[in-house]
């Protein structure tokens, strides 16, 4: 049996039938693993006791609320767990960082932390693109905004998003004719001084904004294609859009398995590629999704995968 420390989002908050962390938890649960919860405000170091947590240990009841049974708080090592993960979402904000922070520390002294930290901040969802600009659309990426007209005015057609927000939120379209181009691009860049990312329109996102997971590497063998709502242009779930497990193609087989080795040896060992049509457009590497949608559409246990090779990284 192994202990898991799940840090995260209050456990209450959890929307268990789509909670890809509920589903990882449930998966360990079922193979006689035990599981501990915390959240990044109960994390803390000392001198004499390093990165420890305040913590409990989670039983779980079931899909049915309440879905989970508290045990008694605790203040354990975080090097005491056979495995930490991390599956904060979302901003990625002061606490978020300063959280990397303390489970580095938790990690040079001996603690096993998936995602590692270090690669949680070196790995911008939005920015980690540009390591892989041959996969990606036409991407501009800055806080200017006659640098974001220009590419406006080249393209035609742009998306434009800020740099550390999830599920769509601020994202905008701009097309050729737009109007609002000079006020949008003020007020998502607060005036030339928030750098946001403009990428060429892709049309191809009425048939998906595709997720694809890579666990240690590998990629399921299924994504989860987010299709966007009537008259939107996100895909997100978040968004209202709608998700359609489907068979990889052998386009997404390559750049799953240009990007796998490589972000594999980051120390990341769960990343959700984001792909419209043939282009690379995110690598989501903080809590990454879509693990129940895909495992209910297919039959294919991505929690499984994902445990599995959890206990192996253990071993």
């Given at each position: 049996?192994?202990?898991?420390?799940?840090?995260?989002?209050?456990?209450?908050?959890?929307?268990?039938?789509?909670?890809?962390?509920?589903?990882?938890?449930?998966?360990?649960?079922?193979?006689?693993?035990?599981?501990?919860?915390?959240?990044?405000?109960?994390?803390?170091?000392?001198?004499?006791?390093?990165?420890?947590?305040?913590?409990?240990?989670?039983?779980?009841?079931?899909?049915?609320?309440?879905?989970?049974?508290?045990?008694?708080?605790?203040?354990?090592?975080?090097?005491?767990?056979?495995?930490?993960?991390?599956?904060?979402?979302?901003?990625?904000?002061?606490?978020?960082?300063?959280?990397?922070?303390?489970?580095e520390l938790a990690e040079r002294a001996g603690a096993r932390v998936f995602n590692r930290p270090q690669a949680l901040r070196d790995f911008n969802?939005?920015?980690?693109?540009?390591?892989?600009?041959?996969?990606?659309?036409?991407?501009?990426?800055?806080?200017?905004?006659?640098?974001?007209?220009?590419?406006?005015?080249?393209?035609?057609?742009?998306?434009?998003?800020?740099?550390?927000?999830?599920?769509?939120?601020?994202?905008?379209?701009?097309?050729?004719?737009?109007?609002?181009?000079?006020a949008i691009l003020e007020t998502i860049t607060a005036y030339g001084t928030q750098t946001v990312m403009a990428q060429r329109y892709l049309p191809?996102?009425?048939?998906?904004?595709?997720?694809?997971?890579?666990?240690?590497?590998?990629?399921?063998?299924?994504?989860?294609?987010?299709?966007?709502?009537?008259?939107?242009?996100?895909?997100?779930?978040?968004?209202?859009?709608?998700?359609?497990?489907?068979?990889?193609?052998?386009?997404?087989?390559?750049?799953?398995?240009?990007?796998?080795?490589?972000?594999?040896?980051?120390?990341?060992?769960?990343?959700?590629?984001?792909?419209?049509?043939?282009?690379?457009?995110?690598?989501?590497?903080?809590?990454?999704?879509?693990?129940?949608?895909?495992?209910?559409?297919?039959?294919?246990?991505?929690?499984?995968?994902?445990?599995?090779?959890?206990?192996?990284?253990?071993?």
């Amino acid at each position: 049996m192994l202990d898991f420390l799940f840090v995260a989002d209050p456990l209450i908050s959890f929307k268990i039938h789509k909670d890809s962390t509920f589903a990882m938890m449930a998966e360990a649960a079922q193979r006689g693993h035990a599981l501990w919860a915390c959240e990044p405000g109960d994390l803390a170091w000392s001198q004499d006791g390093g990165v420890v947590a305040r913590c409990y240990p989670v039983t779980l009841t079931g899909d049915a609320a309440p879905w989970f049974v508290e045990g008694v708080i605790s203040e354990r090592a975080l090097r005491a767990f056979d495995a930490v993960l991390m599956r904060k979402d979302p901003p990625f904000d002061a606490a978020y960082l300063h959280c990397t922070y303390l489970l580095e520390l938790a990690e040079r002294a001996g603690a096993r932390v998936f995602n590692r930290p270090q690669a949680l901040r070196d790995f911008n969802e939005k920015l980690a693109i540009a390591r892989f600009a041959e996969l990606t659309a036409a991407t501009l990426v800055s806080a200017n905004m006659a640098r974001l007209r220009r590419f406006h005015a080249e393209q035609g057609d742009i998306v434009v998003k800020p740099l550390d927000a999830m599920g769509g939120a601020s994202v905008f379209r701009l097309r050729a004719d737009d109007v609002n181009v000079s006020a949008i691009l003020e007020t998502i860049t607060a005036y030339g001084t928030q750098t946001v990312m403009a990428q060429r329109y892709l049309p191809e996102i009425v048939e998906g904004d595709k997720r694809i997971l890579l666990i240690d590497g590998e990629a399921v063998p299924y994504c989860l294609a987010r299709i966007p709502a009537a008259g939107e242009t996100r895909g997100n779930l978040a968004a209202g859009g709608t998700g359609v497990a489907r068979p990889l193609t052998e386009h997404d087989w390559l750049i799953a398995r240009t990007l796998g080795p490589q972000l594999k040896a980051e120390g990341l060992l769960l990343v959700g590629l984001d792909v419209i049509g043939a282009c690379l457009t995110e690598v989501n590497v903080t809590s990454p999704t879509c693990f129940r949608e895909i495992t209910a559409q297919t039959g294919f246990n991505v929690a499984a995968m994902f445990v599995a090779a959890l206990e192996q990284r253990c071993a």
